[in-house]
Structures are given as structure tokens and as C-alpha cells.
């Protein structure tokens, strides 16, 4: 289950999330105004949700729509699989999404 949950998620692209939230944290470090630990990890904790949520809802979307069944996957387009390999995850896919 962790697996699947993990491709629908598309855990393996989450890192570009905390990139991009520690080059933040780093600007405003530089600038003067370093944040909080707590605001800090709340802010990467929303983020990460929000990466997810947009995945698995892409993942659930492209699936139910047939997308999935007529688009050949590369690395970085045409989903993960995951919901074609396991049909029956689609609902804890959008689960996910709306968690």
C-alpha cells in the first residue's frame, strides 16, 4: 500500500519542493530575515502536501479519463502507472488528493 500511495504521490519529484522552499529560506536568510524552525517546517510540511495533492489528483484524473491507457510514459510525462498497474487504488488516490 505504501507503494502505491508513494507512486501516486510521485515521491521521487517531492525533493524539487524542498529545493525550491530551502533556496526561500535561504534568500530571506541572506536578506536579512531568517524564519523560524517552526515556521520553517510548516511551511515545508503545507508545500509537501500541496505537491502531493496536485499528483495524486493528476494521477486520479489521468486515469479515470482513459489518459493514461493511451499515452506512453517516459521519466518524465505520462504519469506514473501506478493506477493502471493497481485499479483498484483509484479511490485511495483520490483519497490522497483530498487529504
Request: aromatic letters at 14%; hydrophobic letters at 40%.
Given at each position: 500500500m505504501l507503494k502505491i500511495l508513494c507512486g501516486v504521490a510521485r515521491a521521487n519529484?517531492?525533493?524539487?519542493?524542498?529545493v525550491c522552499i530551502a533556496?526561500?529560506?535561504?534568500?530571506?536568510w541572506q536578506?536579512?530575515?531568517p524564519l523560524q524552525a517552526g515556521l520553517a517546517a510548516l511551511v515545508t510540511l503545507i508545500g509537501l502536501a500541496a505537491h502531493i495533492s496536485v499528483n495524486a489528483?493528476?494521477?486520479?484524473?489521468?486515469f479515470k479519463s482513459g489518459?493514461?491507457?493511451?499515452?506512453?510514459?517516459?521519466?518524465?510525462?505520462?504519469?506514473?502507472?501506478?493506477?493502471?498497474?493497481?485499479?483498484?487504488?483509484?479511490?485511495m488516490a483520490l483519497v490522497l488528493a483530498l487529504l
Open positions: 519529484f517531492l525533493t524539487l519542493t524542498l533556496l526561500a529560506a535561504v534568500a530571506s536578506a536579512g530575515h489528483f493528476n494521477e486520479y484524473f489521468d489518459l493514461d491507457f493511451l499515452t506512453e510514459r517516459t521519466p518524465f510525462s505520462g504519469g506514473s502507472g501506478t493506477l493502471v498497474e493497481n485499479p483498484h487504488a483509484s479511490t
